[in-house]
């Protein structure tokens, strides 16, 4: 067997000795969970609201479920090859390095826009104290100001230790878990209407394709996005095989549950004079705690908009520290300059990733400078980062089944279900918003073609990794003439069907040109 071929380990080898493993389960599951609980449960549910009404319900559960199957495929491929940075490296192993550049910069644009996102909330709140904050739907110049402030404190925080970031987050954790549940029970107690449910053009006003859209526009993927924090960790992980499948699913279902919840309690609390015009109509700048003051439950107020900086602060936390982990990896991928993936020997940090990602959640605060624009804009490219690991999983387990953890049984089976479901998801986010972030994602491939003809110049790398650009063109070409968003030249559910099929037969493609790619560049050893 010839020695595999990992591009950029020469310019980085000895890096991953310096990550400390210093995490625990408890620890990781905090990670995940306060990855997960964000700003996502302060604004997602309105605006799921607003674009399918009760229906919203139905976005949650799709949904959540879709990343459930995801994230099992994935924790048998990080219990397997655990790797600081893994939705990045394995990509690399298993399809080469056009598959690999298009996946990273997916995952690294969608990361990096956490922190902006999260400080974005956190401002929105806040503006009912410092209305100087934000007006009209987006941050002033001092709100964001004050955003860059914040993005900043959560690279201090990160700065000087995984351990340090891990204690921070636990103790957030904590309340971020409890103040949303205190919500639930006090607006059930005081102000659940079961009419909203039926009434105002019933339980799907704007039929069952808003709610499929709102999955990835109204925020909910995002919302979910965050679990797989101990993936990205896997590598200061003191029992990644045992601990990292566990932490990710308990906090995924636990996730779940809670979004569901405040789903259904946020539509049954809207008062019925705010849906004269619909739940088109609804609109808060502070969601949950303006329905508590509705309700004259004033104490609830004080403590959502003390929770309003506590949640999205954690997950910004959560998600700076696993955007270094993924700017480190494409470091290592020479996606990105091989400085980057240079860690600290002192804090056992990446510290030069941090301050790439810092200046990249800069250029995406300044223009956007809300929550919703921000989230649209990314979410897809998250998604699409994780239905890749979908076919990394397979073709591993394809061409070496000895090297499974078989955590998790069946993968076999529901990994096609995933990956399929994961592009019916990307598809249904609609023409307006993949006009958008194929082309984002496309920018890459001329960083790949810069690669070629510097370096590589390997047809073969370039023949395993076309089945992943067609399947992104043909997409974008049944985005416009479908019927979420586009011109309806086909109609539903027939487009559905169609994007379906073709999420079948580019995994199909997928592992064929991955086993041919494995055998002349086969896994590294471990």
Not at 44 to 71: D, E, F, Q, Y
Not at 325 to 344: D, F, I, S
Not at 424 to 433: C, D, V
Request: glycine letters at 10%; a positive charge; proline letters at 5%.
């Amino acid at each position: 067997m010839t020695t595999p071929r990992v591009a950029g380990d020469e310019h980085t080898k000895g890096q991953d000795q310096r990550l400390r493993r210093r995490l625990g389960f408890w620890q990781l599951t905090a990670i995940a969970f306060g990855g997960v609980i964000g700003s996502g449960w302060l604004l997602s549910p309105m605006h799921a609201a607003r674009i399918a009404g009760p229906a919203a319900l139905l976005t949650w559960i799709v949904g959540g479920l879709a990343l459930v199957l995801i994230a099992l495929v994935m924790v048998e491929l990080a219990a397997s090859i655990p790797e600081t940075g893994g939705l990045v490296r394995w990509p690399l192993y298993t399809s080469g390095r056009l598959v690999a550049t298009l996946v990273g910069w997916g995952i690294w644009v969608s990361y990096a826009t956490n922190p902006p996102s999260e400080s974005a909330a956190v401002l929105q709140y806040a503006s009912h104290y410092i209305p100087n904050l934000y007006r009209d739907g987006h941050l002033t110049p001092l709100g964001i100001v004050a955003g860059l402030a914040l993005m900043a404190a959560f690279v201090a925080v990160n700065w000087f230790g995984v351990q340090l970031f891990a204690h921070v987050n636990l103790a957030v954790t904590v309340a971020k878990f409890a103040i949303p549940v205190l919500t639930v029970v006090a607006l059930l107690a005081s102000g659940f209407d079961g009419h909203n449910f039926t009434g105002h053009g019933g339980f799907a006003p704007y039929g069952y394709a808003a709610p499929l859209s709102a999955i990835a526009t109204a925020g909910v993927i995002y919302a979910y996005t965050g679990f797989q924090g101990p993936i990205d960790l896997a590598g200061e992980a003191r029992n990644p095989r045992r601990d990292i499948p566990r932490a990710v699913i308990t906090a995924l279902l636990l996730s779940m549950a809670l979004y569901l919840v405040l789903q259904m309690v946020f539509i049954a609390a809207v008062p019925a004079g705010k849906l004269g015009d619909g739940w088109h109509g609804v609109n808060f700048n502070s969601p949950f705690a303006e329905l508590a003051t509705s309700l004259n439950l004033t104490w609830l107020t004080w403590v959502l908009y003390a929770d309003a900086i506590a949640s999205p602060v954690g997950s910004a936390l959560v998600f700076t520290a696993e955007t270094s982990r993924e700017a480190y990896a494409l470091g290592k991928n020479r996606l990105l300059p091989a400085a980057v993936a240079r860690v600290h020997a002192g804090s056992g940090v990446p510290r030069r990733a941090l301050l790439v990602n810092f200046a990249i959640g800069v250029a995406f605060l300044l223009p956007f400078g809300n929550w919703q624009s921000i989230v649209a804009a990314t979410s897809v490219l998250g998604l699409f980062a994780y239905s890749i690991s979908v076919v990394a999983e397979a073709s591993v387990r394809r061409v070496d089944p000895g090297r499974m953890a078989n955590w998790v049984r069946g993968t076999r089976w529901f990994a096609p279900a995933a990956f399929v479901i994961a592009t019916l998801i990307f598809y249904w986010a609609g023409w307006h918003e993949l006009r958008v972030a194929l082309p984002v994602l496309f920018l890459s491939a001329l960083l790949y073609a810069y690669q070629q003809i510097r370096r590589e110049r390997d047809l073969a790398d370039l023949t395993a990794g076309l089945w992943l650009v067609g399947y992104l063109v043909a997409l974008l070409l049944f985005s416009c003439l479908g019927s979420f968003g586009g011109s309806r030249v086909i109609s539903a559910p027939w487009d559905s069907v169609a994007v379906a099929a073709v999420g079948l037969a580019a995994y199909v493609r997928a592992l064929h040109d991955s086993a041919r790619h494995l055998a002349v560049h086969p896994l590294p050893h471990g």
